[in-house]
Structures are given as C-alpha cells and as structure tokens.
C-alpha cells in the first residue's frame, strides 16, 4: 500500500512540472501568492549560528534553534532551543542555553552543543528529553553511524542502514562517470545518474525517496553533464526522474534549492544584492506563484513539514549578515 501511494504521489509530482514546462515558459510572468506569511517572533544568527534551523518533530510542531530572549544575545552568541506550534502560534523553551545540531530518527538520540561542549540527550517525538549515560559511536554532524570515511573517493551518507553513494574519486572535480549505491551486506548498484550531480541529499519521508542533488547543481547549466532533471531514489537504488522546471533558469538565472510540497514544487533562489527576483516560488497546477520575497526579502535554510505543507525558514534583506534574520513560516496547503 505505502508504495503503491508514493507511486501515485511522484506521478502527480511528473504531471504537474511536465505540464508547468509546458504552460510556464510560454509565459515568463509569475502571480504573487495568497499564503499567509506568520512572523514566528523568533531569531536566529546566519553568521555565529549553529548553522541548522531545526528539526520538525510532527507535521504542527518544530524544533527550532532561536536567539536567546535578551538584548545582547547576538553580540554573545546566546541560543536556545525551542519547540514552536504552528496550531497556537506559541513556543516553549525547550533548553535554554542550548544549540540543536542534529538528531538520530531511530533512536532520538540528538546531539546538542552547551557552551561549546558537546551533549547527548534522548529527545522524542513529544519534546520530552532524558539524559544519556554514553555518548553514542557515530558521526557527530550527521548524528548516525556510516562506513568509514574513504579519503580517495566523495562519499554522500544516507540515513542509518541505507548506505552511501559513492560520487567518484576525491579531486578531480566533478565526476562525470556514473556514482554508485552501497548499501550493507548487500551488492552495490551502479546509478543512471553522473557522479557529479548528486550533490546534497534530502530524504523525503513520505515518499520514501531521496532527492539528490537538491541544491548544489540547479543553476543555468547541469553540472557536469547530463540531463536537466532532478532525481528520486529509493532506498534500493531504483531512480525516478522529475523534468526540471527550465524556465526558472531562463526567469532568474538559477535557483538554489529545490523540494517537494504536498501540491507542488517549491524553488528558492540565490541570495546576493544583485538577484533580479529574490525569495521563493511555488510550482502548482501549471502556475508560477511567489510565496515569499515581494518586498526584496531572501529566504534561507528552509525546512518543510513532514506532510508537505508547511515551510519553515529564516527570512532577511541584509546579505552582508550583519543582523539577525527572522524565523518564518508558510502553510502551502491553505490560501488566505
């Protein structure tokens, strides 16, 4: 049953960016959404930050890293971390002189950075926490456990138990050959995809797929070579291409992330004073629609909800990071 829905799921997903290819570059005009942008009154700093925006525990709540609640908070670096309830609009501090860096989806172990020194609580699905008696054996930035680092090839981790990709050898530059699958105990797979674009890897829990190269090579040309699609991939190595949306290239020379809504395919572009069309764009029913960014504001380390709907992510105008930048949020499965 669950394949057969994520099957049907990545249909409508080909359907809909086949038929914006379509309908939307014969048109470079896009329409300004109607979703409603909630201020979170949180903070969060791009320059000392812990360099992750948080963690969704369920499809209302999130865990989010966010200033401390005092007036030299950024010029001291003083975190926190809280849980934020899309419902009520309220959070709760969760730890107070902390920062949030990753967490383990099997065992809910998170790691967490207090004062400069690392800590392991065991933080479920609730928000309650426990203290941990032994630090666990796994990579600290990754929170799992992985084969050991190969010096001599690029290596792009997956989720604990599902192996890694093997994008080709270490400084060379871009792989043009094929990257590889390995998985434990089990044979590897060679993929129909260049070792060269697959990049960041997102997984999409309710498709059970792996996007890979979610950010680094959408821009004007596909890095090194290859065809402009994105790819889904599931845990056994099997691919399914989704056309890239080339009128986003053509609209805004490049964009620099990409992911999967409920409804559609979210695009954020680059950041930088220069950018003619900032902020972020939703791909749905043939239509270009900018969800964020009228105003000159750039969209930053964005999170989506578990079911798809809703957006979590620092917003800001200032691109030298000298201030803070504000934590938002977008529900794409409600119009106003």
Sequence with gaps: MVKIICTFLIQLLIVGLATCGIVCQANDEFEEGKYEVVDTGLEQTIVYGPGVLGEWLDDRRILLNALQDSPNAQEMRLDRVVIFDTTSQKYSVLLPSSSFICRNPNSKIARIVTNGIDNFIKLDDDGKFSAVAEAPRWDKFLCSAHEPLKPDRLQAFLREGDGYIDRGKAGGGYSRDNATLYRPNRPPVELPVIGGNVGSIVYISRLKRYLLGSTDYLSGDVLPAGKPVFNLMTSDGEITEIPQPAQFVKMFGGFAGVQFM???????????????????????????????????????????????????????????????KKIKLINLCKEK
């Design 262 to 324: 409920r409804d559609g395919m979210l695009v954020f572009g680059h950041m930088g004073p220069n950018i003619k069309n900032p902020g972020m764009f939703f791909l749905k029913e043939g239509k270009v629609i900018r969800i964020f960014g009228a105003d000159k504001q750039f969209a930053s380390r964005v999170l989506s909800s578990p079911d798809g709907c809703t957006l979590a992510f620092l917003s800001f105008k200032d691109t030298n990071f000298t201030t803070s």
